[in-house]
């Protein structure tokens, strides 16, 4: 779905993506993953058009990502920023049926597409009046994967979405995501810096450190055989403290909170 | 969008048509001019009622303003006849043409003190070495009315008074320093010297009377003229100028201290008429010269006091003169306060929509200009900022060489104050949408225009409105000036008031003015809640 080759992106002195090269397979699941600065942001941020790589080759279904097209390719492709992004002067609703009532989607077909949407995002129907204020963090985040989803995009990338979010709430839409892409089978693309929920999600991590690309594979990868020691440091810095409590070190123990 | 703008020319177009046609008048009527002070009204109501006693549709422009500026409008044809003085003739109006040897100078553009073009507009005359008064001639005259020839302008004859500067004070100071003659200053350098601000500025003012007699005196202030009989009725201040027909000279019992050696020139009332008239009305010709040696100056001063002390209408004393003089019979129709205050509630929202309709129609689209292209933008602020920078009279006397004298250079003036808080909120109202909500808008694929309709509008309505607000009741508060050059609405009593001294007339502008804005800002409020989606109000 993604090709990209040597792709390059300065901001100043700073290096944010050095060199990076990857394809991203239909229909796959992936995560990027790494600390605060690796890069991880900026990378999803080009893949659907708001960065402009400095150098090397970004395709995206076989195609570039030039102005002429940019806007038709973004219809392809769903954005689920961290904050939600939602617009506070529309209601929940109107937030989701921007797009399709501005490419010109008839209500008959806008309404069904909506319930839907909130059935498969256990959204409350009577919150679709509500302006954003007037919801809840997490129901925020459930809009904002609505609208991202409204047009049936091929692509789903989805900027730290829970972020924000309390332990509990976060707990339960991590439940409902996998869900989603379960039924769904679209190529997702996650940015997170919690390895156990890019483990739960992903088939695929992709963990960076200061624009590089420093290990792709699973969690288990990861664990198991270490690319460099950075990356032990990482999944040793994510060990939740109650693994200490139990004597089991497992894996399993990141999903048992 | 280009259609957008196509459609917003024309709108602003048509607008600056229909204001231009506003202040154009109809052909067949007489148009009678006032200097802003109580005896040009009371000359320009004894003109008007002359020419309509002949029959003649006619209008007076009342207290239009300064000197140069009834002048102007005489030459542009704005207005048809008014009164003006011998001296402000020869020193300022026609300063350039070398009428007159000696050294004039003019009371004609009225207290000059206070609101109006002030002294900075008027030109003034070269001190200059040769001092020696003169008496104005025979000569000088026929030499003016040829000056006056080539601006298209008859000189009518005078109208039998003039109307001198002279200084004065308070007669039982003056008694107990022995002062009668302005010599006899020379010996006392410790008075308090309160003159209104033309005189001081004026080379034939103060500087001038000042070196011709080496007056010693440090402590000269420029105050309102008015104000100044007040300092001396207070023993606030020892000296003022006066105007030889102001009737305070009599009220506050003030000596007029003898021009010894002769600085002071005369200010015959004259006249003046446009050359045209003469075949398109005779009859209003004929008309206007009955005012020839109607009225001598002990009348004028009487005239003058029953406005000013008595508190007569100027419409009500001037056709009292007609009816004894003449025998004109002219039936004086005076608004009651509802009748006026509709009228002036009228003018002024007239004032106000059009230049605030006006503004939101460019400055919404300049301040989303500004707020896309930065470079441009700080422009667009800079170019804005600059305007609101300009006093509004200043502004308002620029605009008259481009619309004349009425409402439209209110209009104008009122339209680029408006500019500033409309384009400066709408630009930080955009501007200051976060990041991430710029983002989403681009990353969902909305086009342009679909982001400043759908997005960026809407999220900044609060500030274009704020900012709209603002923009009305500066509005409101900056269109009372607009009364100064003949544009009506609240400040027509408000200047009036001052004039008189009057508080009941003051207040009848000030408080309904004060109501207008109140009204204006809760106007768009309630505009704020029915536009503002509940989601960004500010109280959720």
């Known amino acids: 779905m993604f090709q990209l080759d040597q792709v390059t992106k300065h901001y100043g002195a700073t290096t944010a993506l050095d060199a990076v090269s990857l394809a991203i397979q239909p229909g796959s699941t992936t995560a990027l993953i790494g600390p605060s600065g690796c890069g991880k942001s900026t990378l999803l941020r080009m893949l659907i058009g708001l960065i402009e790589p400095d150098t090397g080759s970004l395709l995206f279904d076989g195609q570039s990502l030039t102005p002429a097209s940019i806007r038709a390719q ?140 420093v290990q792709v594979g699973s969690l288990q990868d990861m664990v198991s055989a270490p690319a460099e020691p950075f990356v032990k440091q990482f999944v040793r810095a994510q060990r939740s403290h109650l693994d200490s409590l139990g004597d089991s070190p497992s894996l399993g123990a990141f999903h048992e909170v | 969008m280009k259609s957008n703008s196509i459609w917003l020319l024309a709108l602003i177009a048509s607008l600056l048509l229909v204001l231009h046609a506003g202040c154009t008048r109809d052909h067949g009527e007489v148009a009678i001019g006032s200097k802003k002070f109580t005896e040009g009204i009371l000359l320009g109501e004894v003109l008007t009622g002359l020419v309509a006693d002949a029959g003649i549709p006619v209008q007076h422009r009342r207290a239009l303003g300064g000197t140069r500026l009834l002048y102007n409008a005489l030459v542009s044809g704005e207005i048809d006849a008014y009164v003006e003085y011998s001296g402000t003739l020869l020193h300022e109006v026609l300063a350039d043409a070398d009428l007159d040897v000696g050294f004039e100078s003019g009371t004609g553009s009225g207290t000059g003190s206070g609101p109006g073009p002030g002294p900075g507009f008027e030109p003034r005359s070269e001190p200059g070495s040769g001092l020696s008064p ?50 006899d200053l020379l010996a006392h350098p410790g008075l308090r010297l309160r003159f209104g601000n033309e005189f001081m500025d004026r080379a034939d003012g103060w500087p001038g009377l000042r070196d ?83 009225i001598d100056a002990p009348r004028m001063i009487a005239m003058n006091a029953a406005v000013q002390i008595d508190g007569r209408s100027e419409a009500d004393v001037a056709a009292e003169l007609l009816r004894t003089e003449l025998g004109i019979d002219r039936v004086v129709k005076s608004d009651g306060l509802l009748v006026r205050l509709l009228r002036y509630t009228w003018e002024h929202a007239v004032l106000v929509g059009i230049s605030l309709t006006a503004a939101v129609l460019v400055a919404v689209p300049l301040g989303i200009v500004a707020a896309h292209r930065r470079g441009l933008g700080q422009v667009v602020l800079g170019a804005v900022g600059v305007a609101q920078t300009i006093p509004a009279l200043a502004l308002l006397v620029f605009m008259i060489p481009f619309f004349g004298i009425g409402a439209g250079p209110a209009l104008a003036a009122l339209f680029l104050y408006s500019l500033l808080p409309i384009v400066r909120n709408t630009h930080a109202g955009i501007t ?90 809760w106007l768009f409020e309630r505009a704020e809640r029915a536009v503002v989606p509940r989601g960004i109000r500010p109280s959720v």
């Open chain 1, 74 to 213: 973004r219809r392809r492709m769903g954005y689920v920023i961290q904050q939600g992004g939602l617009f506070p002067h529309m209601t929940a609703q109107e937030n989701v049926t921007l797009m399709a009532s501005q490419v010109g989607w008839s209500p008959e077909r806008i309404n069904p597409r909506l319930a839907e949407l909130a059935e498969l995002t256990h959204f409350p129907l009577d919150g679709l009046k509500r302006y954003p204020l007037e919801l809840s963090g997490g129901q925020n985040q459930r809009v904002s994967l609505m609208r991202a989803l409204m047009l049936d995009p091929e692509v789903l990338l989805l900027d730290e979405p829970l972020g924000a979010l309390d332990p509990m709430i976060r707990f339960e839409l991590q439940e409902d995501l996998k869900q989603v892409f379960a039924a769904l089978g679209k190529t997702v693309i996650i940015v997170t810096h919690d390895l156990a929920e890019a483990g739960f999600l992903a088939q695929c991590i992709l963990l960076m450190r200061a624009g590089r690309l």
């Open chain 2, 432 to 521: 200051g949408i976060s990041a991430t909500l710029r983002e989403s808008a681009e990353a969902l694929g909305l086009p342009p225009g679909a982001r400043l309709r759908r997005i960026e509008l809407p999220l900044a309505m609060p500030m274009v409105l704020a900012g709209i607000k603002t923009a009305a009741v500066i509005n409101v508060g900056a269109a009372t000036l607009g009364a100064l050059i003949g544009a009506g609405g609240y400040g027509q009593p408000i200047l009036a008031g001052i004039r008189l001294d009057d508080t009941a007339l003051i207040l009848e502008g000030a408080v309904p003015a004060a109501l207008f804005a109140l009204a204006a800002s």
């Open chain 2, 212 to 294: 011709f007699y080496g007056l010693p005196q440090r402590d000269v202030r420029g105050v309102e003229h008015e104000l100044a009989y007040r300092a001396l009725a207070s023993n606030g201040a020892d000296l003022t100028e006066l105007y030889t027909t102001d009737p305070e000279i009599a009220y506050y019992d003030l000596r007029t201290l003898d021009d010894d050696r002769g600085f002071f020139r005369r200010y015959e009332a004259l006249l003046l008429y446009r050359a045209d008239l003469e075949q398109r009305l005779p009859a209003t010709v004929t008309a206007l010269k009955q005012s020839i040696d109607l």
């Open chain 2, 134 to 183: 003169r008496r104005q001639t025979a000569t000088t005259r026929e030499r003016l009315a040829a000056r006056l020839a080539e601006d298209g302008i008859r000189l009518g004859g005078a109208i039998g008074f003039d109307n001198n500067y002279a200084l004065g004070m308070p007669k039982p100071r003056a008694n107990q320093l022995g002062l009668t003659r302005i010599s």
